[in-house]
């Protein structure tokens, strides 16, 4: 289940058939009315199979919402082992400057400081070193060997060997550590001074600690992968099962779909020459995708994201991000085609040095101190810059003061409001997204890219092969929850429609 930037079939990503399967079932009411009328509107469904029935207003204990946010962080846990490959823990730096940070170097640095003047003493004092070997992190291995009341008797007649215990538990190392550790073992091995040699092994320690745990999570990860559905899925309900409101925000954000979807149809029924012999119908799954498509416009800063999608919060944002910056470099390559195409026409390399300096120089435009207006004059300067150098090297009159001004005018005026260029680019890569979202065949790949957006098509079906992989875990694990909100949202507003109709009849 690959959750990686590669690029791929959409479709491939699904856990497994049997996972496919079970969100056919779950999910066949939003099948665009190919199943009856009935199962969508019974409420003769269990809880089970209801996850998001209507629960009365109650008082929720400490001790449940406890267990709410323990049940979310295993869920959320267990997401990202699956669906992020490069996912593993790190150690906890403290920043030097911070209090923290200065009192555990301190007390640490104390600690070595009063070790190396007790084996410096004579005679030397050893209790310090002795305590040493039991309270590491592989104690277990090691003490099988490292028998603590002998070195002690040792010490009283001085007459332990720290740097042969030392040696010891640096071979034992050698043979416990991933290869990636195996220059901080040869640097430990190398090391003179007992007290530096101490202070390593337990640095060294540390990490294999985390080599481990690493090593662990990446041996679950296959496993996770195949149970993640189902175990999503149970999570989510104990958590609504505990916190009632768990879904607020999700039913918020699919009725958003549902009111502007209505609102399409009720223009489009007024439209002179529509025929309105009969009340259109919603599409559950067209509401469904439409939301998802909202998510590539969100504003994550401010916006609160729907609680079954905040697992993937973080992913969703960054290819956010990346579609916004593939927009504007889409943009610019159609106006510099327009204007100056007939010129620069069948100069690959041009047109390709110009997207990768577009690209640089809009690195970082999520940022709230990103200028756009001031990057994109810079981007116009230096696109007359190229395209007049590369028509001086083919000895071809430069472009005039006239066109160059036009060009990065144009260039300027994208990030304002309602800009044609960008208005039409942002519509076709929405169009290019939806397309991903109607695919239903795990044999099919990614869809034609529309017009205008060559330029950026092999970054588009990167970022839109993530998409799809995202949307289509999601609907998988949250399909059930999704039915039953469509279920009372779109036929709420069809009774509701049929009672204005017929109230206005009367």
């Not at 002690?152 to 538990?169: F, M, P």
């Not at 079954?308 to 969703?316: P, Y």
Request: hydrophobic share 35%.
């Amino acid at each position: 289940m690959p959750f990686n930037g590669e690029k791929q079939c959409v479709g491939e990503d699904q856990p497994s058939d049997s996972d496919s399967s079970r969100f056919s079932e779950s999910t066949a009411s939003l099948s665009d009315y190919e199943c009856s009328r009935q199962s969508f509107t019974s409420d003769s469904s269990s809880k089970s199979s209801s996850p998001a029935s209507a629960s009365p207003p109650r008082v929720v204990t400490f001790d449940e919402v406890m267990a709410a946010a323990r049940n979310l962080s295993n869920l959320t846990l267990a997401h990202e082992i699956a669906v992020n490959e490069n996912f593993q823990l790190k150690q906890d730096a403290l920043p030097e400057s911070s209090l923290a940070g200065r009192v555990k170097h301190i007390v640490r640095q104390a600690f070595w400081d009063v070790l190396e003047s007790e084996l410096n003493a004579e005679p030397p004092e050893y209790e310090h070193a002795i305590k040493l070997p039991g309270g590491n992190r592989l104690r277990n291995q090691i003490c099988e060997v490292l028998d603590t009341d002998l070195i002690r008797q040792q010490a009283e007649h001085s007459a332990v060997d720290i740097q042969g215990l030392a040696n010891y538990v640096i071979s034992t190392m050698a043979k416990l550590c991933a290869p990636v550790r195996d220059d901080d073992i040869r640097e430990l091995k190398a090391t003179g001074n007992i007290v530096e040699v101490l202070r390593q092994i337990f640095h060294v320690l540390d990490l294999m600690k985390m080599d481990m745990v690493n090593f662990t999570i990446r041996s679950l990860r296959p496993h996770l992968q195949r149970q993640l559905v189902d175990y999503e899925r149970t999570k989510f309900q104990e958590i609504l099962e505990e916190t009632p409101s768990a879904l607020d925000q999700t039913t918020e954000w699919i009725k958003e779909s549902v009111d502007e979807e209505l609102l399409s149809l009720s223009e489009t029924a007024l439209t002179p020459g529509a025929e309105n012999s009969s009340k259109p119908s919603l599409s559950p799954t067209l509401v469904l995708n439409n939301s998802y498509l909202k998510l590539l416009q969100w504003d994550y800063q401010k916006k609160e994201l729907p609680e079954t999608l905040m697992t993937d919060g973080a992913r969703l944002q960054e290819l956010t991000e990346k579609l916004n910056q593939l927009k504007i470099i889409a943009c610019l390559s159609l106006i510099t085609n327009n204007m100056v195409g007939a010129i620069t026409e069948g100069l690959p390399e041009l047109a390709n040095r110009l997207k990768r300096i577009s690209a640089v120089l809009l690195e970082g435009m999520s940022k709230e101190t990103f200028n756009l207006k001031e990057v994109l004059n810079s981007i116009g300067v230096q696109t007359c810059v190229e395209v007049n150098k590369t028509l001086m090297e083919r000895g071809l009159p430069t472009l005039n003061a006239e066109i160059q001004a036009n060009l990065i005018g144009q260039f300027s005026s994208i990030e304002d409001e309602d800009n044609p260029v960008c208005s039409l680019i942002d519509k076709r890569i929405q169009l290019y997204m939806k397309s991903l979202l109607c695919l239903t065949s795990p044999q099919k790949c990614m869809p034609p890219t529309p017009g205008g957006l060559a330029v950026i098509q092999q970054e588009l079906e990167v970022l839109g092969s993530q998409y799809a992989n995202i949307v289509n875990l999601n609907k998988q694990v949250y399909g059930p929850f999704y039915a039953n909100i469509l279920r009372k949202l779109l036929f709420s507003e069809e009774a509701m429609g049929k009672a204005d109709t017929s109230s206005s009849t009367d």
